[in-house]
């Protein structure tokens, strides 16, 4: 069988059924399997799908309660797009960074609110709406709960513009939710 060993595909099973056995309840052996996984993707220069693979990695090391580590992987994922010019998740990398940084401080929001703008930024410049909405999204969060509900409402009506609620992304219908809650309490 391994006379003809494919490298990067055993790489991204090793990740994906680590993966998969932290979801069955096993979350050491399934978070050592996505680590040295994503670990051989990185030795083999692979990064097609290097931000996805880094976010749901840092999501793991979350849920093992290790959020520095989380945002170390995401740091990194982030220098991996700037060293190799893939930018394919950089929003999505920043957009995750963003909830991290939250998380890890929500009374200095400030850094959250930068990373957000950003994944903002990148998605309009690469013609990214969906992945603008969910950042979009998230900073709007971040302002209803700061007591800044018109500029949640000037992030987040433009990002929905043209959407439509999907079961392919939640997200749409949680916004229109956050919009409509904003629009009737008449706080803008």
């Known amino acids: 069988m391994r006379d003809h060993d494919l490298p990067v595909f055993r790489a991204f099973g090793e990740f994906l059924v680590g993966w998969a056995t932290i979801d069955d309840g096993a979350l050491a052996d399934g978070l050592e399997a996505m680590r040295h996984g994503a670990e051989s993707l990185r030795r083999q220069n692979v990064v097609v799908y290097d931000g996805l693979v880094k976010i749901a990695l840092a999501e793991a090391e979350v849920r093992a309660g290790d959020l520095e580590r989380a945002l ?4 990194e994922a ?10 394919a998740y950089e929003c999505e990398l920043h957009r995750a960074r963003g909830e991290l940084l939250l998380g890890r ?3 200095d929001s400030a ?3 930068e990373a957000f703008q950003t994944a903002i930024a990148i998605a309009r410049r690469q013609g990214a709406r969906s992945v603008e909405l969910r950042a979009a999204f998230a900073l709007a969060k ?10 949640a409402h000037a992030v987040l009506a433009p ?19 956050l919009k409509a809650t904003i629009e009737a309490s008449a706080q803008l």
């Open 72 to 75: 170390k992987i995401l740091e």
């Open 111 to 113: 850094p959250a609110e």
């Open 142 to 151: 971040l302002y209803q709960s700061t007591g800044r509900p018109a500029d």
């Open 105 to 107: 401080d929500p009374a």
């Open 159 to 177: 990002a929905l513009e043209g959407f439509s609620p999907t079961p392919e992304m939640l997200e749409i219908e949680e916004a229109l939710k």
């Open 78 to 87: 982030l220098a991996t797009c700037d060293r190799m010019g893939y930018r």
